[in-house]
């Protein structure tokens, strides 16, 4: 698409030109203030061009306009993650996402009851979606997208031709299971009668596809190893994990108030946790030979999900102080980025989260030395075999964050803690990136200004973006 649409062509020099200063800036030695000024210029000017065109071919509103905007709002998400601008990267998300409701039906063949395959440029953000789920609220949640994605009526497949194939099912099944949940942390089960029969149904529904899903791919996955490359064996690796995941969020989700029932799934936390370990164990040798040939390890950028949504769950819904010191300590030592989520700034919340919970409660199976992220929990002393369970009371729950929106924003995160009462407090942290610095918060900012604008003609959009000065 970029060599024929212009606007595409400006948005991929702008992620180009961004790719490149990050990683020059990550080279402490080749540094140069007036290179990294003139690439900045770079950026913005690819950037600023793109959006004028955006704004001109959005004028005639025909499908192939709006999908050129939207692949340009892709590469604008990609932008910002990789300038570490993450709010306004998600609100150009949700901007694709509005888009998406312009686009025509996908049709069905009449003999088939299959769905059709997902239009790429809508897998590419329905994956962005998945990806940004458990650290933002959820971008499709005032969107009307039925028409595109397929939401809690899925039809599993019982073969996957492919293995991308698998991971598409997999990921539509995992966006219905964050609608579900956003449906139950709206309405809960005793608001009405009907409203609980629909939720439990939904919810029934997606532990089934989720159960085929797994058969399917248990069934066909030993006939691909052999035809797949090195970095789709590690996508092979990865997407039980997620399946893992999404069993514990489908059938924890309409208890939103009961923390304490993600205790009794304590071997699938342990599950996840095996498998992120061999994951790493498997991709080390690809890493090594990356790095070998001139990929610097201090910027290490995929917009494409891996192991840190799972583990930052882990970290946060895991209360086995074992298990859930594991999980933060592979973020911890880790330094990559995945879209909009970063390893050591996912371990910041779900070591703060843990700390605001355990207070003094573990004091006698931890000894004041022994890190919050340890890698070797075992290493710490250990007073018995099974520790003991933490208390309702003691957990935090809603967690919602708001991460920075350039080098030097902090990162903000709001909860509810119980009273002795039983009654709900809110409270903000803010964590000053830089310092690496826990404070009390001091409010919640105000959300990014780039974002889909209406026109006058309600069934129409633009598509424009204030960047700033403080785009420097």
């Not at 001139?294 to 946060?316: C, E, K, Q, R, S």
Request: proline fraction near 5%; hydrophobic fraction near 40%; glycine fraction near 4%.
């Amino acid at each position: 698409m970029s060599s024929t649409e212009p606007a595409v062509l400006h948005a991929m020099l702008a992620l180009a030109s961004a790719h490149q200063v990050e990683l020059n800036g990550s080279k402490t030695d080749e540094y140069r203030p007036l290179d990294h000024g003139v690439r900045e210029c770079n950026i913005l000017r690819h950037y600023n061009k793109s959006i004028t065109l955006l704004n001109t071919n959005l004028s005639s509103q025909n499908p192939t306009s709006i999908r050129v905007a939207i692949a340009s709002c892709v590469l604008f998400v990609c932008v910002e993650f990789v300038r570490r601008r993450f709010e306004t990267g998600y609100a150009h998300l949700r901007s694709g996402l509005k888009l998406l409701e312009q686009l025509p039906r996908p049709s069905k063949h009449a003999d088939s009851e299959v769905c059709p395959p997902l239009d790429a440029l809508v897998e590419a953000l329905l994956r962005l979606d998945v990806q940004t789920r458990l650290v933002k609220t959820a971008a499709l949640q005032n969107a009307k997208l039925s028409a595109q994605i397929p939401r809690l009526d899925i039809i599993v497949l019982t073969s996957f031709v492919s293995l991308d194939g698998a991971r598409q099912q997999l990921d539509t099944i995992l966006s219905a299971v964050y609608e579900l949940q956003e449906r139950a942390r709206r309405q809960t089960l005793e608001d009405n009668v009907s409203h609980a029969f629909e939720l439990l149904s939904a919810q029934q529904r997606l532990k089934n596809d989720l159960s085929v899903w797994l058969q399917t791919f248990n069934r066909v996955k030993g006939s691909w190893w052999t035809n797949l490359s090195s970095k789709e064996k590690v996508a092979y690796h990865l997407i039980p994990i997620y399946h893992t995941m999404a069993q514990i969020i489908v059938d924890t989700t309409l208890q939103p108030a009961n923390e304490s029932i993600y205790d009794k799934h304590l071997r699938q936390f342990e599950s996840i946790i095996s498998l992120s370990q061999s994951l790493l164990t498997f991709a080390l040798p690809m890493m090594v030979e990356e790095m070998a040939y001139g990929l610097h390890p201090g910027f290490n950028f995929t917009a494409d999900m891996g192991i840190i949504p799972p583990l930052y769950f882990v970290g946060l819904k895991c209360r086995n102080p074992y298990i859930r010191r594991q999980a933060i300590g592979v973020l911890a030592t880790d330094e990559h980025q995945e879209g909009i989520w970063d390893a050591p700034m996912a371990a910041a919340i779900a070591s703060e989260v843990m700390r605001l919970e355990e207070a003094n409660f573990y004091d006698d199976l931890f000894s004041k030395s022994c890190d919050a992220a340890s890698t070797a929990p075992k290493k710490c002393k250990s007073g018995t075999p099974v520790p003991p369970i933490l208390p309702e009371n003691c957990r935090v729950r809603d967690i919602q964050v708001h991460l920075p929106d350039g080098a030097a924003d902090d990162l903000i995160m709001s909860g509810k803690s119980m009273r002795s009462n039983g009654s709900l407090e809110s409270f903000t942290r803010r964590f000053n990136v830089k310092d690496r610095i826990w404070q009390s918060g001091f409010g919640w900012p105000t959300s990014a200004s780039s974002q889909l604008s209406p026109s006058s003609d309600s069934s129409k959009a633009s598509y424009s973006l204030d960047i700033g000065l403080d785009f420097f």
